[in-house]
């Protein structure tokens, strides 16, 4: 075991700050790295204020942190796919049981027995696992991925989970050519739902309720926006769409956006919103709708992501921000003033 300095929050209501934690000293299957970049995705504030009490309440003290980016320090002797020096990435996962049906088809995240980056209990030390707002890790090599060598390594980091939510969905309905897909809330996840069906070949309109993106939308590939406060503007794309993608983080009209869909269209929700949103049963009755919902994706899947933006070119518009900025960014993220996604230089904690 060793300790290292990390960022955590000491209880729903108080700043995250400077603490210490420890890790264990990698196993023969354990891959160990410098974290280099962390994004900040929105779940971690959900999960540092205890937003989700209902489903998975908030161990404290809390280190948040699932877009991480590192350079791999150590090696067990049992590790094949990785040795020291290789840039390596860590998502939403860091462990499962590896036999269960879920698992066998490749759905980790959906194994009785996932555990999460952070918050979910540590088998090995006992406690809970703690996040990417540190300065390392150490993660079981099946739930390491490799970073394609093109991509700036700010950039990269939100793809861990902005990036594989967004592309999971996106793949499962089969969007490509010739399909109108709509993404609501162009944040983190939704602004790499843009690049992301636009690579596809989709035709992408977003649903904004900040006039002041517009500009921003198109630079990322959106074909049209709409402002959602307008009526009119939601009017004209009544029964149009094929798929749409709902991003949002916040309470907010669903209905509004189900009408949107034609004939046996589906609604994703990949926004977990503290709150249970309310469903029109003639929104979805009328014209064969489905309303779904969708969680990050798999290991096998993410490492296909990952080689997909490689290929395309694709990361995360970011902010690079110094982790001493951390309450400030979450802060920024709750009045959607985020362009597009915080990415955190963990140089920033070293030298703390
Ligand atoms: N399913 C999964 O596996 C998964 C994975 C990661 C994250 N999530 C969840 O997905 C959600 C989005 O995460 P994120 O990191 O992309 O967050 P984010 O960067 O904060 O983006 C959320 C966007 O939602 C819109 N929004 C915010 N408040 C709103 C309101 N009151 N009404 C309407 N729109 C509002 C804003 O877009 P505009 O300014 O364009 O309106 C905002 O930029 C969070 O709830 C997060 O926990 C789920
Ligand atoms: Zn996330
Ligand atoms: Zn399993």
Redesign the pocket.
């Known amino acids: 075991m060793y300790k290292i300095k990390a960022y955590s929050a000491a209880s729903a209501t108080s700043p995250l700050g400077r603490t210490t934690i420890t890790r264990r000293d990698p196993t023969e299957h354990d891959v160990q790295m410098e974290i280099l970049y962390c ?1 900040i ?4 504030l959900h999960q540092a204020r205890n937003e989700w009490s209902g489903f998975m309440p908030t161990v404290y003290p809390c280190v948040p942190g ?2 991480i980016i590192g350079r791999v320090s150590k090696v067990g002797s049992a590790v094949s796919k990785f040795k020291a020096g290789d840039l390596a990435a860590v ?2 996962m860091v462990d499962s049981d590896g036999t269960c049906p879920e698992c066998r088809a490749g759905f980790e995240q959906f194994c009785p027995s996932v555990i999460f980056t952070y918050n979910l209990p540590d088998k090995h030390l006992g406690g809970v696992t703690y996040g990417g707002y540190a300065e390392s890790i150490v993660v079981d090599q099946r739930f390491v991925l490799r970073v394609p060598a093109n991509l700036s390594l700010a950039g990269a980091a939100p793809l ?3 990036g594989i ?1 967004t592309y999971s969905p996106l793949r499962y309905h089969k969007v490509g050519k010739g399909k109108k897909v709509g993404v609501v809330g162009l944040g ?2 939704g602004h790499m739902a843009v690049k992301i069906a636009h690579a596809l070949g989709a035709h992408v309109v977003v649903f904004t309720t900040s006039p002041k993106k517009k500009e921003d939308a198109l630079r990322l590939r959106a074909d049209e926006i709409v402002i959602s406060r307008n009526a009119d503007e939601m009017q004209k794309h009544a029964g149009s769409f094929d798929f749409i993608l709902d991003a949002v983080s916040a309470d907010h009209d669903i209905n509004a956006y189900i009408n949107l869909l034609r004939r046996d269209g589906n609604l994703t929700l990949v926004g977990a919103p503290e709150k249970p949103l309310p469903v029109s049963a003639f929104a979805l009755i009328m014209g064969r709708r489905s309303l779904s919902g969708s969680a ?1 994706g798999g290991i096998a899947e993410t490492q296909e992501m990952l080689d997909f933006c490689g290929q395309h070119n694709i990361t995360a518009d970011v902010e690079v921000i110094p982790i001493q900025k951390i309450n400030e960014a979450y802060e920024r993220m709750l009045k959607s003033d985020v362009k597009y996604r915080f990415s955190i230089d963990m140089a920033s904690l070293k030298t703390e």
Request: hydrophobic fraction near 25%; charge should be negative; proline fraction near 0%.
């Open positions: 994004g995705c929105h779940s971690d699932h877009e998502g939403c861990l989970c902005a939510t983190g996840l990050i």
